[in-house]
DNA sequence: GATGCGTGGAT
DNA sequence: TATCCAAGCAT
C-alpha cells in the first residue's frame, strides 16, 4: 500500500513538507465533493491571500465567497470564514489539534477532523472519505459502500484495519485515499495496477451490475441552478446588484424570488437598501 | 435517515 | 445528449 504510494501518487501542492493545518485544513474543506484539479488553483491563491487563520478570518466573508469562485457549494467558503474566526478567537489563531476540537469546528464532519487530525497534525485518525469506503467495501464485501453515510461498521472496520503507529498510520490513509481516487474508481475500476488486488473480495467476483438505490435530483430548472447563477452574479459585482437583475436569471419570478430569500437566509447574500451583495 | 446544496469534466 | 461523479456537511 505504502509503497504503491511512493510509486504512484500524486504530487500535489498541499503534500509538500511544511503544509500547515491551516492550509490543510482549507485544502480539506475545498475538496468536499469536489475534483481536485479545480481545488489545486483555487488553494493556491486562497493561501496566498490569507496565508493564516486570523487574515481570513479579518476579512469579510463576501470576499471569502467570492475568492471561492466556481468550486460550488458556496456556503462552504461561509462556513470556512467562521471557523477561521472560531480559530482566531477561540483557539488563538493556531488551528487545533485534536478530533473533537476539530469536529467542532464550522462546516468540519467526521471526515475532515480525521483528514487534518491525520495529514496536518501527524496524528492516528480514521479518515473515511468515499475513496477510502470503496476500497475497504469492495475489499472485504466485493460491493459498493451505499450512498448513505458510512455505518457504525464501516468505521470500525477502518479503524481495525488502521496502523497502529501514527506516522505509519498518516501513510495508509492517504495512501488507500489515493488508490480510491486513481485505480480503485467508482466507474472502470483498474484492478490489474491494484496492489490490493490478491485479496480483494470484488476482484476476485465482480458484481454484473450497479443497482441505483437513490435517485438522483434531476439538474435543469432546479433552484441549485438557479442559486448558481444569482451567486455567480453576485460575485462579478463589487458592488450593489439590482434586485430585479438577480431575479431575471430564470423565467419563473416565484423561483427566482424563493431562491434570492433562501440565499438571503444561508447568509450568501445580503439585502441593502437598493440592491443586494455579498455578506460585508 | 433522507434531502438539499454547485460545478464542470468524463463517459 | 444525458447521466455520472468528484477528499461531505447540516438539517
Redesign the pocket.
Known amino acids: 500500500m505504502v509503497a504503491w504510494f511512493a510509486a504512484h501518487g ?1 504530487d ?1 501542492p ?2 509538500a513538507p511544511g503544509t500547515d493545518p491551516w492550509a490543510v485544513l482549507v ?3 475545498m ?9 489545486v488553483p483555487v488553494w493556491l491563491r486562497w493561501l496566498t491571500r490569507w496565508p493564516d487563520a486570523s487574515a481570513l478570518a479579518d476579512d469579510s466573508p463576501g470576499e471569502a465567497v467570492r475568492m471561492w ?8 467558503a461561509l ?1 470556512l470564514h467562521e471557523t477561521a474566526v472560531a480559530v482566531r478567537d477561540g483557539h488563538g489563531g493556531v488551528v487545533p489539534g485534536t478530533y473533537e476540537e476539530l ?1 467542532a ?11 487534518v487530525a491525520a ?1 496536518g497534525f501527524g496524528r492516528r485518525a480514521v479518515v473515511l ?3 477510502v ?2 476500497v475497504l467495501a469492495r475489499v472485504h464485501d466485493g460491493a459498493d459502500p ?4 458510512p ?1 457504525v461498521g464501516e468505521r470500525a472496520r477502518a479503524e481495525a484495519l488502521l496502523p497502529v503507529e501514527a506516522s505509519t498510520s498518516v501513510a495508509w490513509n ?1 495512501a488507500v ?2 488508490l ?2 486513481l485505480v480503485c ?4 475500476p483498474r484492478c490489474p495496477e491494484c496492489p490490493l488486488q490478491a485479496d480483494c473480495a470484488w476482484a476476485a467476483d465482480p458484481p454484473p451490475a ?1 443497482s ?1 438505490t ?7 430548472g ?4 438557479v ?3 444569482i ?2 452574479l453576485l ?1 462579478a459585482s463589487h458592488g450593489l446588484v439590482e434586485e430585479a437583475t438577480l431575479l431575471a436569471v430564470c423565467d419563473d419570478p416565484a423561483q427566482a424570488r424563493r ?1 434570492l430569500d ?2 438571503a437566509v ?1 447568509g ?1 447574500a445580503e439585502r441593502a437598501d437598493d440592491g443586494v451583495r455579498l455578506p460585508l
Open positions: 500524486r500535489l498541499w503534500r485544502c480539506e474543506v475538496s468536499h465533493q469536489t475534483p481536485v484539479a479545480r481545488v469562485g466556481r468550486l460550488g457549494y458556496p456556503r462552504r462556513r469536529l469546528l464550522p462546516g468540519v464532519g467526521p471526515y475532515t477532523a480525521g483528514a495529514f472519505d468515499v475513496n469506503r470503496r451505499t450512498a448513505a453515510a455505518t492517504a485515499m489515493e480510491g481516487a474508481t467508482a466507474r472502470a450497479r441505483r437513490t435517485r438522483r435530483q434531476p439538474w435543469h432546479t433552484d441549485r441552478q442559486r448558481g447563477r451567486m455567480a460575485r431562491c433562501s440565499l444561508d450568501l
